[in-house]
């Protein structure tokens, strides 16, 4: 029977941990701290069990929703409200996003809703720019942005997105984790915006993400129930000190391990539980992302009972506001509760509830040789997470 033996119960450690498990493997699973999970976990705000991590999980690719299956979930996986995300502009009124972008790169640069956050001027120069030929893909995403569709697409419209959707500047993105299929579609359809064109063509109808009715931490129970009925052996509160000193393979899920020591960014979200009645239009959709320079100080709001139905009920006519951080403000929630209603353009008058979570997005990781698992060599992201700790299991086990 192989051994292995896996260092970290984040998502990626346990996922890790069941596939080989499943293949009839002995594991031994070791948790430096007193509970599994990493930063997909759970807090109560006002008295709602609340995400006080990830909240959705991108579809693409069908690994969560595989996983979610598998465990016994499937009827529990929702998708959000209809309605778009907004975007506030370094200066000037929010702004839905356009609709046929990816990553907010636009499929059509002279498209109304591209136009209105970019400018006639931007965007006439997108076109020049991705009309020239395709003869290599660059890679990093904020590269291939600016020199297919220019400086403007990419400062005033793909780098919020991005930033809000996988913390870190476009420029510093490698282009196989922001999504593994672009570099092939753009060199097929010899343009940036005929890929997106393609991929969002290609792409199942619905919504681009979906939860788990109750919260995506439920993720975490029902893994950590399934290792139990796989004989895996979970040693929580136990730090490792020496890799070689364990028994079998040994699979490293663990950012402080598998990263340099030290590097990361440090991520702030507040929860705001309010009262306002004029928020039950949601206003602004599913939420906001903030472009460098705008007059706040959050890099993206989302209005979590105007994106989520079940927590709407749960919430009883209350709502839900996340709101993350780079730099972490002196009064977390006062600078919060103004953000918001910069963001919103609405009063705030009565806040129930809130809480402040912060974690670091680990560095990736530098080649070592070690079978590594989690964020720092598959990117944030609960899909590229699973898939990729999905498949280095596999690779484990082949003969």
Do not use: C
């Not at 476009?170 to 092939?184: I, M, T, V």
């Not at 990736?364 to 280095?392: K, N």
């Amino acid at each position: 029977m192989p051994e292995f033996s896996v260092v970290g119960g984040g998502i990626a450690g346990l996922v890790t941990a069941r596939r080989l498990a499943a293949a009839g493997a002995a594991v031994t699973l070791l948790e430096a701290s007193d509970r599994l999970g990493g930063t997909v976990a759970r807090h109560e705000v006002a008295g709602i069990a609340l995400d006080a991590g990830a909240e959705s999980f991108a579809v693409r690719g069908g690994a969560v929703e595989a996983l979610v299956t598998e465990l016994g979930m499937a009827g529990d996986i929702v998708a959000p409200v209809p309605g778009p995300a907004w975007l506030q502009p370094a200066s000037g009124e929010a702004v839905p996003l356009p609709a046929t972008a990816l990553l907010g790169i636009p499929s059509d640069p002279l498209a109304d809703d591209v136009v209105r956050v970019v400018g006639r001027e931007a965007a006439e120069r997108a076109v020049i720019l991705d009309a020239a030929p395709v003869t290599t893909v660059p890679a990093t995403l904020g590269v291939l942005v600016r020199e297919r569709l220019g400086p403007g697409v990419l400062d005033l419209l793909v780098a919020p997105v991005v930033h809000g959707v996988h913390s870190q500047h476009p420029d510093e993105l490698p282009l196989a984790r922001a999504h593994p299929g672009l570099a092939d579609a753009v060199i097929a359809a010899g343009s940036l915006s005929g890929a997106v064109a393609r991929l969002r063509a290609a792409a199942p109808p619905g919504s681009a993400v979906a939860g788990i009715r109750g919260g995506i931490h439920r993720l975490v129970s029902a893994l950590a129930d399934d290792l139990a009925t796989r004989g895996v052996d979970v040693r929580l509160g136990t730090r490792v000190e020496r890799l070689d000193a364990l028994p079998g393979t040994v699979v490293i899920a663990a950012p402080g391990i598998a990263a340099p020591a030290g590097s990361g960014r440090r991520i702030d979200l507040v929860t705001l539980v309010v009262e306002q009645n004029e928020l039950d239009a949601a206003p602004r959709g599913s939420g906001m992302l903030v472009a460098q320079g705008a007059p706040v100080g959050a890099r993206a709001l989302t209005h979590a009972t105007g994106k989520w139905a079940w927590l709407r009920e749960a919430a009883a006519g209350r709502h839900v506001l996340r709101l993350s951080y780079d730099a972490t403000p002196a009064d977390p929630v006062a600078a919060a509760r103004t953000d918001a209603e910069t963001l919103l353009g609405l009063p705030l008058p009565v806040v129930v509830d809130a809480a402040v979570v912060s974690w670091t997005r680990p560095a990736p990781a530098p080649p070592s040789g070690l079978a590594l698992v989690g964020e720092t060599v598959a990117g944030s992201g609960l899909a590229g997470i699973v898939g990729q700790a999905e498949r280095i299991a596999a690779a484990l086990l082949s003969p």
